[in-house]
């Protein structure tokens, strides 16, 4: 007889201990085990207990393990959730089974041992029948759901609670996210104001009912927020930093002339749209779109032109504003030289814009559903012992679950977005298939999209300069998993597992429109490292920027105004602060959008940064060891950053490795 030294380790988590006897099987390449009891009256939570399987002969290599939990005489069928199992053979190997799932039925399930396997590579032929076996399951466990007509697909499921549960938040992550206005309202202590429909009377009134739950950046906001220059900062370095583009010649819709801007030094805008001193953002994704109605209220959302110059002192400034896309005697271009409230009602305008553009096209759709799609794909189509799985699902937690959430408690009918924004409704889903048809590859690889936007030398651009090293840095670490796994191109495309995932990707995330330039196939190695680069960090550093900052940006509401409820003026001298303060959303309008924010901006305390990995996918050395060393990395650009950040006055945090969470989570 030989004998099987089997750890068995469960995990840490709420609920995961079972009383229900477990057996495992050992399968190996030269036979295998009988179906063994793991002798425990009780397998807790977080314990590891070790067990020894006899066999009368060695089982030569393992290949796979069986488990099953089954119910026993009167205790309950309860859920069982092992992380991993390690096996030393009696030949003094030692064998890893990543699980991380939970076992809550009386099947068998199978599991592989942890070294990367790629689906040529299997020769044994119950590997290969596992293989088959799991996709075929994980097909019918992750459906593709048409959602709507021009949009990604999402996970079909009857909401978050009907998904996997090793997908769903954890315990702690759901009481802590209640994730309803209710809950935001209570914590920022507005409740009562939520059914007040009044206008606000006077900015200092906001402030007095405003007055809690501040972070340092939003009370800098609050006091700036009026200025020139900090309007312009926010297209740099607030939550919005991928609109801004450099300026060469101006769009023909938007004719600013000489007379109308001053520039300082005897220059005037066509020497400084030469020099490439001026700056764009345009909204033009939000025109023709109507805005929403909210409480019977008609609202407005314009589609504005904003132009921008990069003075001597390398400060950027805004010079000039037109609110609507197509130029009109009623659609004035406003100027920094006119009145005090022309030139605030005209940026409050863009702001409003910004709110609307930032929300459907920078953060929801091209951070959570597309990351929705990369996960979906990767479940259905690459197994758990592929190298690319391996990579992959650390990237992946919680997004399915909190974009079930999202659709129902911020865009469904009754969510927050529908009834409080100005963009709510079907407008947004409009505006986000217009979104995507314009969507490409190269504006989701930072270095493509800089280079693009011709933005790689405007000093003090935090969002660049954090993000292009983190691009880098993530990139290292890819390209060391997967060259370690992949030696040449043929291998790539002999990867019929690989193809299949990018594929998927391409006609259920960007509806096979191959203008987006979306890889269709990968036939270089350098192809999918790019890939895998962009995805992590789309579902990591992109969503954080994106994201984070919502409270600190929004969470003074005349600077995001989540909708307004007047029209734009068609001439100038037509504003003062009594119309400014009627343009505004109303009190209830307002303490929704912040309640929402509030909670949206929130770390939760189980928080995994990027680069940790708590989950043992890998067990080969090399992969293990890129994974420290690619924290180490991150570890170095964070003193970096905030060494830098010291010096700042508002200091630039959302890509501090430390507080980039390692997936689209919230
Ligand atoms: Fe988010």
């Not at 499921?157 to 996210?177: H, I, M, R, V």
């Not at 030094?265 to 020099?275: A, P």
């Not at 119309?579 to 770390?603: D, F, H, K, Y």
């Not at 060393?629 to 945090?653: A, G, M």
Request: contains cysteine.
């Amino acid at each position: 007889m030989v004998d099987y030294e089997v750890t068995v380790y469960t995990g840490d988590r709420l609920n995961s201990t079972t009383l229900n006897p477990v057996h495992i099987k050992l399968v190996g390449t030269d036979g295998e085990s009988e179906r063994m009891w793991l002798r425990s009256l009780v397998i807790f939570s977080g314990s590891v207990s070790t067990y020894s399987v006899s066999c009368p002969n060695s089982l030569g290599q393992l290949v796979l393990i069986e488990l099953d939990k089954r119910q026993f005489f009167l205790l309950p069928n309860d859920a069982w959730f092992p992380d991993k199992v390690e096996i030393k053979s009696p030949e003094r190997d030692i064998y890893t089974f990543p699980i991380y799932c939970w076992i809550n039925d009386s099947e068998t399930h199978r599991f592989r041992e942890g070294k990367a396997l790629r689906i040529f590579d299997e020769s044994n032929s119950l590997g290969q029948h596992a293989r088959k076996q799991e996709l075929r399951q994980r097909s019918v466990d992750y459906g593709w759901n048409f959602y709507y007509s021009g949009l990604p697909y999402t996970i079909k499921a009857d909401g978050p609670t009907s998904l996997p549960n090793e997908l769903q938040f954890s315990f702690t992550k759901t009481t802590e996210f209640a994730f309803t206005t209710v809950t935001g309202l209570a914590e920022l202590q507005l409740k009562g104001l939520d059914d007040n429909r009044e206008n606000w009377e006077s900015l200092d009134n906001i402030n007095e009912m405003l007055r809690f739950k501040r972070t340092v950046v939003s009370d800098y906001v609050q006091e700036h927020w009026k200025e020139d220059e900090f309007f312009a900062y926010q297209f740099l370095n607030g939550v919005h930093p991928t609109l801004i583009q450099r300026c060469k010649t101006l769009p023909k819709n938007f004719p600013v002339t000489d007379d109308m801007v001053f520039i300082s030094d005897g220059s005037n805008l066509s020497q400084e749209l030469k020099e490439g001193n001026i700056y764009l953002c345009d909204y033009k994704n939000l025109d023709g779109f109507p805005a929403n109605t909210i409480e019977g209220i008609q609202q407005y959302l314009m589609a504005p032109l904003v132009l921008l110059h990069k003075r001597p002192d390398d400060k950027l400034m805004p010079i000039a504003i037109q609110l609507k896309q197509t130029p009109a005697e009623d659609n004035p271009i406003f100027l920094p030289t006119d009145s005090t409230y022309d030139w605030l009602i005209a940026k409050i305008f863009v702001r409003s814009a910004d709110f609307s553009e930032h929300q459907i096209n920078t953060h929801l759709l091209r951070t959570h559903l597309l990351a929705e799609v990369f996960v979906v794909s990767l479940l259905r189509n690459v197994p758990m012992v592929h190298p690319l799985y391996k990579l992959l699902i650390p990237h992946t937690r919680y997004t399915l679950h909190i974009n079930e959430l999202g659709r129902i408690r911020l865009m469904g009918p009754i969510g927050v977005f529908t009834k409080f924004a100005g963009s709510g409704g079907e407008t947004l889903m409009k505006i986000m298939v217009s979104s995507l048809s314009s969507i490409t590859y190269r504006s989701l690889c930072l270095p493509d999209d800089i280079a693009d936007r011709d933005m790689q030398d405007l000093p003090n651009f935090h969002y660049r300069d954090d993000g292009l090293q983190l691009w880098n840095i993530i990139f290292k670490y890819v390209q060391g998993v997967i060259q370690y796994y992949y030696k040449s191109d043929d291998e790539i495309q002999l990867d019929s597992e690989l193809q299949t995932w990018i594929w998927d990707i391409f006609k259920y995330g960007f509806l096979s429109q191959p203008q987006t330039g979306i890889p269709q196939g990968f036939t270089t190695v350098s192809e999918l490292i790019k890939f895998a680069t962009m995805l992590v960090f789309t579902s990591s550093c992109q969503h954080a920027a994106v994201n984070s900052g919502q409270y600190d940006y929004g969470g003074w509401m005349p600077n995001t105004p989540a909708t307004l409820q007047r029209p734009p003026p068609t001439a100038k001298g037509t504003t003062s602060e009594a119309t400014m303060l009627q343009t505004l959303p109303p009190i209830n309008v307002t303490v929704q959008g912040m309640a929402t924010t509030w909670l949206l901006s929130r770390e939760t305390s189980d928080f995994v940064p990027l680069g940790h990995y708590p989950e043992d996918h890998f067990s080969e050395e090399i992969p293990r060891q890129l994974q420290k060393e690619f924290k180490v990395e991150l570890d170095r650009l964070s003193i970096t950053i905030n060494n830098r950040n010291k010096d700042l006055e508002i200091p630039y945090t959302y890509l501090d490795p430390k507080k980039v969470e390692n997936s689209v989570a919230i």
